[in-house]
């Protein structure tokens, strides 16, 4: 695939992580992947299948309106596509959750491989709570 073409795919993903589309995510992602976020620990990735029950439990439980993500800038080299993102939504308790978000996406035969997420876990931690503290451990 060109950097275009991988640009799309990593755009595509930044919309179904955001509401939580299961279905596209899979299509999107190789079922190896490991998917790092930032504030687990570095030696136990995400699966693929994890991430997608974790983005969901978030949805599900704090945030029914999704990350509502937006994609503020993207650069793509061979095989990398790197993402900057805010996602900004109101929980169901009201509270303001605002995070900032670098993706950095591997690609390989047109789905991500790696993903790192960097973003604020302690923001995530206090708006989100308990849900995303349960996702750390498996």
């Known amino acids: 695939m060109g950097l275009e ?6 755009a595509e993903l930044i919309k179904a992580v955001s509401t939580g589309d299961a279905d596209a995510i899979r299509r999107l992602v190789a079922e190896d992947c490991k998917w790092w976020v930032m504030g687990f620990p570095r ?6 299948d994890q991430m997608i029950r974790g983005a969901r439990a978030i949805i599900d439980k704090v945030l029914p309106g999704g990350f509502n ?15 900057e993102a ?8 009201g509270k303001l959750y605002n995070n900032f978000y670098h993706f950095l996406f591997v690609l390989r035969d047109g789905k991500v491989i790696r993903a790192m997420e960097y973003t604020n876990p302690q923001h995530a931690i206090e708006v989100l709570g308990d849900v995303v503290k349960g996702l750390g451990r498996r």
């Open 69 to 83: 993500m937006t994609i503020a800038g993207m650069t793509a080299e061979g095989d990398r596509v790197a993402v």
């Open 5 to 10: 073409e991988n640009k799309a795919l990593a």
């Open 86 to 93: 805010e996602g900004r939504s109101h929980t169901v308790a």
């Open 43 to 48: 030696d136990r990735p995400l699966t693929r």
